[in-house]
Each structure stands twice: as structure tokens, then as C-alpha cells.
């Protein structure tokens, strides 16, 4: 089993800043895909940024430019800093992964963290 762990969220004014991290551990024998998804009050869940094993990035529109992703391969972690914080920004944020559990089987599943909420006040 793997569990992602999610930490950094908080209430922060408009035009702040605040950098999530997110840390998997259990089973893993590579993890691929890394990425960080919000969900607003009323909204369905949406990508905000995901990385690959080989660092290739990609962004929502909404948040290119002011957000960035990175991970950290060896510690299985993946951090979103996140720059010039706008109201519409509030939302649960998630992380996500997938997730190669053996070297014996190809099998790549699907991890969610719990949520970290982010809160930007105007």
C-alpha cells in the first residue's frame, strides 16, 4: 500500500505566497506521474500541475507562470510553490501519483493524498 501525505496549506493573502509538499511512501518502486489538483466549493476537481520522472512539466492556464512544480525522485516527494495567490485560488488542493509498486509486475496504480486546504483572502 502507499500513502501520500500532504502538508503546507493555509489561509494567506492575496498576492502571497505558499508551497505544498507532498510525500509518498509505502510500496513504491518508481513513482511517475506526480501532480497537484484543487477542487473549489461547488466545483469539480481540476489539474493544477503535474510533473514527470523526467521532470517534464505541465500547467493549468490559470496558474501558469505563478505556480511551479518540482520532486525530489530519491524522496519521493513532489512540491508546488505556489506564487501571487489569487482569491480564485482557494480550494482543496490534492496530490496525486502513479504509482509502479514492484519491479516484478508493470501494474501502475493510482494514489490520492488527503487534501490540504488553501485559503486566499482579498
Known amino acids: 500500500q502507499v500513502q501520500l501525505v500532504e502538508s503546507g496549506g493555509g489561509l494567506v493573502q492575496a498576492g502571497g505566497s505558499l508551497r505544498l509538499s507532498c510525500a509518498a511512501s509505502?510500496?513504491?518502486?518508481?513513482?511517475?506521474?506526480m501532480g497537484w489538483y484543487r477542487q473549489a466549493p461547488g466545483k469539480q476537481r481540476e489539474l493544477v500541475a503535474r510533473?514527470?520522472?523526467?521532470?517534464?512539466?505541465n500547467y493549468a492556464d490559470s496558474v501558469e507562470g505563478r505556480f511551479t512544480i518540482s520532486r525530489d525522485n530519491a524522496k519521493n516527494t513532489v512540491l508546488l510553490q505556489m506564487i501571487d495567490l489569487k482569491v480564485e485560488d482557494t480550494a482543496v488542493y490534492y496530490c496525486?501519483?502513479?504509482?509502479?509498486?514492484?519491479?516484478?509486475?508493470?501494474?501502475?496504480?493510482?494514489?490520492w493524498g488527503q487534501g490540504t486546504q488553501v485559503t486566499v483572502s482579498s
Open positions: 509505502g510500496n513504491i518502486f518508481r513513482a511517475n506521474v
Open positions: 496525486n501519483a502513479a504509482i509502479r509498486g514492484s519491479m516484478w509486475s508493470p501494474t501502475v496504480l493510482d494514489y
Open positions: 510533473i514527470t520522472s523526467g521532470g517534464s512539466t
